[in-house]
Every structure is written in C-alpha cells, then in structure tokens.
C-alpha cells in the first residue's frame, strides 16, 4: 500500500535480510520504507551536487581557457 500518491516500487531482498533490515529499522525508531527513501534521496541529491560541480569545471574551463604563454 503507498501512501501520499507515491507509486509502490518492487524490489527484491532476501528473507534473511530483510526481516534482520525490519529489526534494524524497528530499533532504530523508523520503517524500512522510511530508511530506503532517506537513502535513495541522500545518494540523488549527492550525485545532483557533483554532477553540478563538474558543468561548472567545464564551463569554467571553456570560458576561460589556459593561456598558451
């Protein structure tokens, strides 16, 4: 069941981890779907941060080429 208009996603985790990954959660006071989604939003919004970086390395570099001097 999702909640918020968010759609469900699947994904495929062994028993064993994923009912160690329930207690894990449960001890620490979150949901599985709670931790995934921090997860997922921290590693985009990482990747975002360096993918910006290196546009603005390019066109630093092309706006301002080495001199040949």
Do not use: F
């Not at 985790?13 to 949901?31: H, P, S, V």
């Amino acid at each position: 069941m999702t909640t918020k208009g968010t759609p469900g996603r699947m994904v495929r985790i062994d028993e064993e981890t994923w009912a160690a990954y329930g207690q894990l959660c449960d001890e620490e006071g979150t949901t599985r779907g709670d931790d995934l989604r921090r997860h997922a939003k921290k590693r985009v919004a990482t990747w975002r941060r360096r993918k910006a970086a290196e546009a603005a390395d390019l066109t630093r570099r092309l706006l301002n080429p080495p001199s040949d001097d």
